[in-house]
């Protein structure tokens, strides 16, 4: 059903590279869930994001944006109603579930990934300020 996303990207941005490894390993998994919550229109979301990233020479803000919502409909956030009012019919998940279980651990891996972004984000633009400090010779 899904293509694989290439690991191995001419482009030197990190941050693309990151999230490709982590949908084609929790690519399936992903539109799965997206799916058991928001049926079709929940596994054609994440599967538009996985093209996107597919083509994309960087992650850009739009891929961002799309990222977050994907752990925000995954976390059941009901703020995202107000972004698309189509999901608020969500099916009923019995909480002791396997099928629940699975969904809040990759909602965490998924977050975590979030995280690693920033993170980078973060170390660049620590980097990008010492700049002017450090000494051309």
């Known amino acids: 059903m899904l293509r694989t996303l290439p690991t191995k990207t001419l482009s030197a941005e990190l941050h693309i590279a ?8 929790h690519g399936t998994a992903l ?18 994001l996985m093209s996107m990233l597919r083509e ?12 977050v919502d994907l752990h925000r409909l995954l976390s059941l956030d009901p703020a995202i109603e107000a972004y698309e009012p189509d999901f608020s019919t969500w099916v009923f998940l019995d909480p002791a579930s396997e099928e629940v279980e699975n969904l809040c651990l990759l909602t965490d891996r998924l977050y975590d990934l979030l995280i690693d972004i920033c993170d980078l984000d973060a170390e660049w633009v620590r980097q990008a300020l010492d700049l002017p400090a450090q000494k051309a010779a």
Not at 18 to 25: A, D, L, N, S, Y
């Open 56 to 67: 994309a020479p960087l992650l850009d803000r739009t891929m961002r944006l799309r990222l």
């Open 18 to 25: 990151i999230v490709r490894t982590f949908f084609t390993e």
């Open 31 to 48: 539109c799965n869930a997206a799916g058991l919550i928001a049926g079709e229109a929940g596994t054609a979301r994440v599967l538009r």
